[in-house]
């Protein structure tokens, strides 16, 4: 099976990311953002549901 790299839709999950209310300058959220690529999917590396 081949890996296909899709664009990360940042937009559409940093809204619903449990780290939200951090600035975007602290982890994870930095490493998330440096990560613009994801394999197979849009999700972006770090992201983690509220819950």
Do not use: Q
Request: charged fraction near 35%; aromatic fraction near 12%.
């Amino acid at each position: 099976m081949e890996n296909i790299y899709r664009e990360v839709n940042f937009e559409k999950y940093c809204p619903t990311c449990e780290h939200k209310k951090k600035d975007e300058k602290f982890d994870p959220c930095n490493d998330c953002l440096a990560e613009g690529m994801n394999t197979n999917s849009e999700i972006p590396i770090y992201w983690k549901g509220e819950e």
